[in-house]
């Protein structure tokens, strides 16, 4: 399994951003999917999961903001996030697993394969 990160880039705060993630390698709609980022210094964050069924799941610091979605089609999971903040200044991770618990989403231990990243920088 592959998973490849895309779309960060510098926008200014109260921007939108959309970053996706594509696996490869195996059938995607057996896969559970997660975002997570990880600023500099800081450990890594969870951001929000998806269930293989389609339900959605946030982390506190990003509900209400950010969306995560997938198209099953595309082997693609996107994350739309709003209201951008410098604070959401990161490298953004994709994540995948064939266990769909999602007692252990937030859980970076939890998650089998990783993409590389995409860095998103958010302005003042």
């Known amino acids: 399994v592959q998973l490849q990160a895309s779309g960060g880039g510098l926008v200014q705060a109260g921007q939108s951003l959309r970053i996706s993630c594509t696996l490869s390698?195996?059938?995607?709609?057996?896969?559970?999917l997660g975002w997570f980022r990880q600023a500099s210094g800081k450990e890594r964050e969870y951001v929000a999961a998806?269930?293989?069924?389609?339900?959605?799941y946030y982390g506190e610091s990003t509900k209400g903001r950010f969306t995560i979605s997938r198209n099953n089609a595309k082997s693609t999971v996107f994350l739309q996030m709003d209201s951008l903040k410098p604070e959401d200044t990161a490298v953004y991770y994709c994540?995948?697993?064939?266990?769909?618990?999602?007692?252990?989403?937030?859980?970076?231990?939890?998650?089998?394969?990783w993409g590389q990243g995409t860095l998103v920088t958010v302005s003042s």
């Open positions: 998806i269930h293989w069924n389609g339900n959605s």
């Open positions: 994540s995948a697993d064939r266990v769909a618990d999602r007692v252990y989403f937030s859980s970076v231990n939890f998650w089998k394969h």
């Open positions: 390698g195996s059938n995607f709609r057996n896969y559970a």
